[in-house]
């Protein structure tokens, strides 16, 4: 049964490595950009491409407009970003995702290289216990930091930005959203975050059942039957 159990969290183990993998990499490799149209006062019919790029960390407040051709429509685009800072909820979801892969590459070495030194332990099995179900509950804050902070990049990137520019609210100018790139990468980055708190959430049983906290009864149990003397006859 106990190498059963060990065997079962290599592949919970090895399964929390690839799924941390997409998770920081769906996130931290994304580049996009949003366009909108411009229509000029002095030729309406002739429309003028606004873009703005953006990526990881997601600080939108740095990812400035640019024209073609320059200061199209007599505007200095370059002086126009985007809303919003986001850097903060993607670097903690990365970084924690990327620690979360080197723990799971130790924790591997130890199930296969350390097995009798783990087993006979009682402060390993405890330790690791409460390892796994901090980074159970990290993967939930992360992911829904995460989550939050792509809804709001969404909205920053998406039709608001007509309302948003100074400049699409000058006389004569009309201004139309025209794109943004596909998100469908960072969607499946907060899948892999949410899949991630899953496994180790499974994870921390069979980690318990390892822990003197499984069975202390029967660990007590063998050490007074280990302690009471043999009765003497009369």
Known sequence: ???????????????G???????FATCGGF?????????CPSKVSDNKTITATFGYPFRLNEASFQSLPVNACDVHWKKFVLIGDYS???QFYVTFAVFVFLYCIAALLLYVGYTNLYRD??????????????????WLVSTSAWAKALTDIKTATGHNIVRELTPCHSQGMMCYFGSVTSMGSLNVSVIFGFLNMI???????FVYKETNLHSPSNTSASHAQGGIPPPTGI
Do not use: H
């Open 121 to 138: 332990s009682r402060k390993l099995p405890m330790t690791d216990f409460v390892v796994t179900i901090v980074v159970t509950f990290l």
């Open 17 to 23: 490595q690839i799924a941390s993998i997409f998770a």
């Open 31 to 39: 580049k996009g950009k949003t366009e909108i149209l411009v229509s």
């Open 199 to 205: 496994l180790w959430g499974g994870n921390a049983w």
């Open 1 to 15: 049964m106990a190498s059963n159990i060990y065997l079962i969290r290599q592949r919970i183990n090895r399964l």
């Open 88 to 90: 903060s909820s993607a």
